[in-house]
């Protein structure tokens, strides 16, 4: 098993839809959770970081699911402009390092 | 403020050939990473600086990767010889500290072909 893990895609939705992705990892003790966003060819950005309460910027909302070992990221009320790769990051710390892992990006495109 | 830097952008190189990748961070960042990021997948940690000194480097294929920071401030990573499976896209990022909430900053990444 993969020590991060997400759905490849693509997600294909219509524009205004709401569309939503889950990462699940496999490290219990994993501390710190982020989601990215990559555009064709361009690097990584951080969209944003997951807290354990859950939180929200506009129309993104992340959330934390500890017992069940996933985050996920809904999307609301999509636009054509959030078409990109969406990307986890999972840190967990290893003895004196934090190991930090990407998964492999869900690929969402949104059409007119 | 400046982003990260790195160059080349893009290089095609020949399979056994020496290449070498240089990245400039954020002013003021202390951690840096490169991540190796093959076609399809997520970035995969190489290696991690802080300062001048290596965190983390668990992932680094050493018998041909090296990386080095030696001031604290630019990296290289070099490949030698490369392997037709190093073909991939060079990612560096840096940010203000090593701690877990620290957010990273990518570079726009070197593209590296080998035939």
């Known amino acids: 098993r993969k020590e991060v893990e997400q759905d490849p895609g693509p997600f294909n939705v219509p524009e205004g839809a709401t569309v939503a992705f889950n990462c699940t990892y496999s490290n219990s003790a994993s501390q710190s959770f982020f989601w990215y966003r990559q555009d064709c060819r361009k690097e990584p950005k951080l969209l944003m970081s997951?807290?354990?309460s859950g939180n929200e910027d506009g129309r993104f909302t992340a959330q934390l699911n500890r017992a069940s070992q996933y985050i996920s990221l809904l999307i609301r009320d999509s636009k054509l402009s959030d078409s990109a790769t969406y990307l986890c990051?999972?840190?967990?710390?290893?003895?004196?390092?934090?190991?930090?892992?990407f998964g492999s990006g869900t690929r969402l495109s949104i059409r007119p | 403020e400046a982003g990260v830097a790195q160059s080349p952008r893009y290089k095609i190189i020949e399979k056994r050939q020496s290449v070498a990748f240089w990245c400039n961070p954020i002013s003021g960042h202390a951690t840096l990473y490169w991540y190796q990021q093959i076609l399809g997948q997520g970035p995969k940690l190489l290696i991690q600086f802080q300062n001048n000194g290596v965190v983390d480097d668990s992932q680094l294929p050493k018998d041909r990767f090296s990386a080095e920071r030696l001031k604290g401030v630019d990296s290289t990573l070099k490949i030698q010889p490369a392997k037709l499976e190093d073909s991939a896209v060079y990612l560096c990022a840096s940010s203000l500290d090593r701690g877990i909430s620290y957010e990273q900053y990518f570079g726009p990444g070197t593209r590296l072909t080998v035939t």
């Open positions: 997951v807290y354990s």
């Open positions: 990051v999972v840190i967990g710390s290893y003895s004196s390092a934090s190991k930090i892992i």
